[in-house]
């Protein structure tokens, strides 16, 4: 059976969606047959198109100005008649320890990040309720928000906040109204050098992904599509991990284990056959040890602080710009 994803008929609304991971959901909804509405403060530097030459129309909005965003809607809804698909994309953050913010900086980034998305659902939900056939929101969410996030504290508290959110709207608009939220990692947009350091600091950072590179932004889209679309009319409230496999667990490095065990002759868990983490491995004229089962993982350094927002996005130093 085929799982081709039409969403022809239908208009969707993408916060953010001039440039990075929002330019990648735009071109993707937009190649699934959507009529698209990409939201930013600035308007793109190129036009937001898909293959088929499709392109994606552009409204003004700052999310965090509530009157602004449901002006935005109502203009949407003037202008297509229905709004099918929201997808909440824009956020970031700056890179700021906790000691070097101030409440008014963290409360910025709080509500770029959770309280504009809840502000944009408020007024899509006016318009979706109205259709018999509903609609359905994406947050897109981050891996700050399920682990420590260290210069990005604000941000993490706001993605973590953001899933719950989602969660609970999903149980509240039921049945008309999809809530999901994708929980995305590191992507290679067009300003992922400003994190990481130009092509040798992201190929760096790639190989600390078990997948062995950071996502696209036509990745993330293409997910969004496939939630938007009626082949997930059963999932709602759910969220999914798009972080090509998570991190590599710091105790591997401190243990000192290489990026490949099988090519270096040594074991992936050295402690599963008697040595300790760390020990040096048998001399060579030893017998082998009994093999243990191994998945390769990279020995390169972490990445920079600054990756560790999920999806390296670059903002003013409000926290106010679009991903």
Request: aromatic share 4%.
């Amino acid at each position: 059976m085929a799982l081709d994803i039409d969403l022809s008929g239908r208009v969707a609304v993408v916060t953010g969606g001039t440039r990075g991971v929002g330019a990648g959901i735009a071109r993707a909804l937009l190649a699934a047959g959507a009529e698209v509405v990409a939201c930013a403060r600035r308007p793109p530097e190129r036009p937001v198109t898909a293959a088929d030459g499709r392109t994606a129309a552009y409204e003004p909005v700052d999310v965090r100005d509530p009157d602004a965003v449901a002006a935005c809607f109502d203009r949407v809804r003037a202008r297509h008649g229905r709004l099918d698909i929201l997808v909440n994309n824009a956020g970031g953050t700056p890179y700021r320890l906790l000691d070097d913010s101030s409440p008014r900086q963290a409360a910025r980034v709080v509500e770029l990040n959770l309280v504009a998305p809840l502000t944009a659902s408020l007024a899509a939900r006016a318009v979706m309720a109205r259709q018999p056939a509903g609609g359905s929101i994406i947050m897109i969410g981050s891996v700050s928000g399920t682990r420590p996030s260290p210069g990005s504290a604000a941000y993490g508290a706001a993605k973590a906040g953001l899933e719950n959110l989602a969660r609970t709207m999903a149980v509240e608009w039921a049945p008309h109204i999809r809530v999901n939220t994708l929980v995305v990692g590191m992507v290679h947009t067009e300003l992922s050098h400003l994190h990481y350091g130009g092509e040798a600091g992201l190929a760096a950072v790639g190989r600390t992904v078990p997948l062995g590179r950071l996502a696209t932004p036509d990745e993330i889209g293409e997910l969004c599509a496939f939630l938007a679309g009626d082949r997930c009319a059963y999932v709602s409230g759910a969220s999914l991990a798009v972080h090509g496999g998570g991190e590599r667990p710091a105790f591997l490095e401190a243990a000192g284990q290489p990026a490949s065990p099988e090519a270096a002759g040594q074991l992936a868990f050295p402690e599963a056959a008697g040595r300790p983490p760390g020990a040096p491995a048998p001399h060579p004229s030893a017998p082998p040890s009994p093999p243990a089962p191994s998945t390769p993982l990279s020995a390169t350094p972490s990445p920079s602080p600054a990756a560790g927002t999920g999806t390296a996005a670059t903002v003013d130093p409000e926290g106010s710009d679009d991903r």
